[in-house]
């Protein structure tokens, strides 16, 4: 199915099916109704930019080729069924809004602020899951700090929301080519989760270059929502 204007979907409980969606318009598209829009694959392709004011909801493969995906502030999602991946994600193509995966399969989410993609990642989920995941600039009360925390980046946070399911591993990161990362050592970088209303040590051992790029990795976490 090719749709080059809007699409909107009233039909409750819509089948998968074994299609392809393709939104390829030229001009901005929004994709809304009462009742999400469920694809099996999708390719997204509109330099000028694809709204959901709905859910959008894809169980097999998503490929980015052009533009940047928007989710409005109700909010809705970009939804990863199990099983489900995407692929071709960049700077220009990526979603600047909610992302929600299910399953227990490893994923990354093709997140970030319009400009520059941001992701952030989950693995070794310990069973079935929901998470939701949106990139945000300016870190909250960064100076509310858990010892041994000490500083934290307040640039840029992940916020990760488990809404059902076990623990799993999360990989943030860093590129100073895009958003500034503060000149901290290396070797004492953590992840740090915002908990209590305080920023929180959840481990991990940072791998990369200060200067440049870098990667992150809290193991077997059960405690999520806004990291860094």
Known sequence: LYV???????QAAMPVGTGTLYLNGTSAQIVGGTQPF???????NNAAGIT???????????????????????????IYEAGSSHSGSADSRHVNGWVKKIGNSNFTFPVGN??????????NLSAPSEFNCKFFLVTPNPTNILAPILLVDNNEYWD???????????????????????????????AANYFG???????????????TTGVITASGV???????
Do not use: E, M
């Not at 469920?38 to 997204?44: D, E, P």
């Open 160 to 190: 990760i929301t488990r809404v059902s399911g076990g623990t799993a591993d999360i990989t943030l990161n860093w590129d100073n080519s895009k958003i500034a990362f503060p000149p901290f050592v290396l070797n004492q970088i953590k």
């Open 38 to 44: 469920r694809t099996f694959n999708l390719v997204t």
């Open 114 to 123: 319009g400009t520059f993609l941001r992701n952030t990642a989950i693995s």
């Open 52 to 78: 959901l004011n709905a859910n959008l909801s894809v169980s097999g493969a998503h490929t980015f080729t052009s533009g940047v995906i928007a989710t409005s502030v109700t909010p809705n999602y970009l």
């Open 197 to 211: 209303g305080l920023w929180t040590d959840r481990g991990g051992s940072a791998t990369g270059n200060i200067l």
């Open 4 to 10: 080059r204007q809007n699409l909107t979907n009233g």
């Open 222 to 228: 059960g405690s999520f929502g806004f990291y860094t």
